[in-house]
């Protein structure tokens, strides 16, 4: 069984930044493809961003451009640096792990189904004030 933590939400000012790391307990998280989905209040979980074993990234429209994803696999470890935050980036946002090895990425479309992802972290809160 894997375990995924988060850590790094809070409360920021829009504009402002944030990064989110999710630590891993899996022998073979270098195989993983690691994402990042969120939940608003109300609202459907959705994609936020991933990135492939072979560090290959996709991002939601809404983010591209402010948000980066990024992995240390040394660390078993994957990053979302959060800039230029705005208040409908409110969510609580949750990483996830695809523990399904692929010798080739994937189109991209696998990347963005909650259905690929076989573990799930407990989620961490992300406020952003305007």
């Known amino acids: 069984q894997v375990q995924l933590v988060e850590s790094g939400g809070g409360l920021v000012q829009a504009g402002g930044s944030l990064r989110l790391s999710c630590a891993a307990s899996?022998?073979?998280?270098?195989?993983?493809?690691m994402g990042w989905f969120r939940q608003a209040p109300g609202k459907e979980r959705e994609f936020v961003a991933a990135?492939?074993?072979?560090?290959?990234?996709y991002y939601a429209d809404s983010v591209k451009g402010r948000f980066t994803i990024s992995r240390d696999n040394a660390k078993n470890t994957v990053y979302l640096q959060m800039n230029s935050l705005k208040p409908e980036d409110t969510a609580v946002y949750y990483c996830?792990?695809?523990?399904?090895?692929?010798?080739?990425?994937?189109?991209?479309?696998?990347?963005?189904?909650?259905?690929?992802?076989?573990?799930w972290g407990q989620g961490t809160q992300v406020t952003v004030s305007s």
């Open positions: 990135i492939s074993w072979t560090s290959v990234t």
């Open positions: 899996a022998r073979t998280f270098s195989t993983y493809a």
């Open positions: 996830a792990a695809d523990a399904t090895y692929y010798s080739r990425d994937r189109a991209s479309s696998y990347y963005y189904a909650e259905e690929v992802y076989d573990y």
